[in-house]
């Protein structure tokens, strides 16, 4: 059974600084991953997505990696925001499954 | 991308009245979707697997009589929460892949539901 696991638990930074989250899962048979974000009390915004055969995406100020033999994946933000403040989640499918989910990383970026 | 519209966004309901949660893919087609809940700091868990034109797949745990999950359309599936109780307050989350490929998962906006 596929188990995905985020890294801090919880983050709080000084604006500017650039920072990275990990995520870990144990079955390395994913046909992608993706990283979203949750603000409080609100859905899931998707922010990127890496297939199985890809090693990184970008867009803007955020970079994600994926190892797929070590099983892990970076989100690595750039000169954070207070705005980038939200929860960060780790997801991995395969095929037509359902994704599973980490538990999330919460990250507050201080002004 | 494409579009997960989820309806209603917050509803508040006393307890056992039923709920409908409604799951709408606006762009695209989708044969499967799936219903997350979401207590507070907690991660996403999966209750169900809704497939169109067939019953539901439910994981283990969860009540497929109080959940009851309708998958009529390539663009709709409902949430019914039956009977609920307070402990039903959660944060309800649907989301669809595109029946034409690609394997992205686009999610609604969840629904908060409070049972008083």
């Known amino acids: 059974k596929q188990e995905v696991t985020q890294i801090p638990a919880a983050l709080s930074v000084p604006e500017g600084e650039n920072l990275v989250l990990n995520c870990s899962f144990t079955d390395s048979a994913i046909y992608n991953l993706q990283w979203f974000r949750q603000d409080p009390g609100k859905g899931l915004t998707s922010l990127l997505l890496?297939?199985?055969?890809?090693r990184e995406q970008t867009s803007g100020r955020l970079n994600a990696s994926l190892d797929k033999s070590s099983g892990r994946s970076t989100l690595y933000i750039a000169a954070s925001q207070p705005g980038d403040s939200a929860t960060y989640l780790c997801?991995?499918?395969?095929?037509?499954?359902?994704?599973?989910f980490g538990k999330g990383t919460r990250l507050s970026v201080i002004a | 991308g494409a579009v997960v519209s989820q309806h209603p966004s917050r509803v508040i309901c006393k307890s056992g009245t039923s709920v409908k949660i409604e799951c709408r893919s606006l762009?695209?087609?989708?044969?499967?979707m799936f219903w997350y809940r979401q207590f507070p700091k907690q991660s996403l868990m999966l209750m169900a697997t809704?497939?169109?034109?067939?019953?539901?797949?439910?994981e283990q745990g969860v009540e497929k009589d109080k959940f009851l999950i309708n998958h009529a359309s390539l663009t709709l599936s409902t949430l019914t929460v039956t009977s609920a109780h307070p402990e039903d307050s959660s944060f309800y989350i649907c989301?669809?892949?595109?029946?034409?490929?690609?394997?992205?998962?686009?999610f609604g906006q969840g629904t908060r539901l409070t049972v008083v």
């Open positions: 762009d695209f087609q989708a044969t499967t």
């Open positions: 989301s669809a892949r595109d029946i034409e490929g690609g394997t992205e998962a686009f």
């Open positions: 890496i297939q199985s055969s890809q």
């Open positions: 809704s497939n169109e034109g067939s019953k539901a797949t439910y």
């Open positions: 997801a991995v499918g395969s095929g037509n499954t359902p994704l599973v």
